[in-house]
């Protein structure tokens, strides 16, 4: 069955620091999602990304989940292998806000 989970997260904490992207905190991200798959036994992507709102802008990173064939499984777990890495994302860089998209959903998790 065809499902798809994508994480959005920034690398600037709160809505004031003057963080630009690091090449570090790719690595960071990196090394989060590739701890969960080594002991977890799955597959994801990762990639830069830049965000646009008003007042303002920021790098992050863009992860992407699916029900890949070798690693099958239910979308219910892939929403919480989602939710499980954004949050893990959210905490690490001090996010406000991580917006996960799901194949038949979007979720914001907030600090508040």
């Given at each position: 069955e065809t499902f798809n989970a994508t994480?959005?997260?920034?690398?600037?904490?709160?809505?004031?620091?003057?963080?630009?992207?690091?090449?570090?905190?790719?690595?960071?991200?990196e090394a989060i999602c590739q701890k969960y798959c080594d002991e977890n036994g799955y597959g994801l992507t990762i990639e830069p990304t830049r965000f646009i709102y008003k007042d303002g802008n920021e790098d992050g990173v863009k992860v992407g989940l699916i029900n890949y064939p070798r690693f099958p499984r239910k979308p219910i777990e892939i929403k919480n292998i989602a939710l499980f890495l954004a949050n893990e994302l959210k905490e690490h860089f001090k996010q406000e806000r991580v917006s996960i998209v799901f194949t038949d959903e979007t979720i914001m998790l907030g600090s508040k």
């Open positions: 994480i959005y997260c920034g690398f600037k904490p709160g809505y004031k620091s003057m963080v630009k992207f690091s090449e570090d905190c790719l690595l960071e991200a």
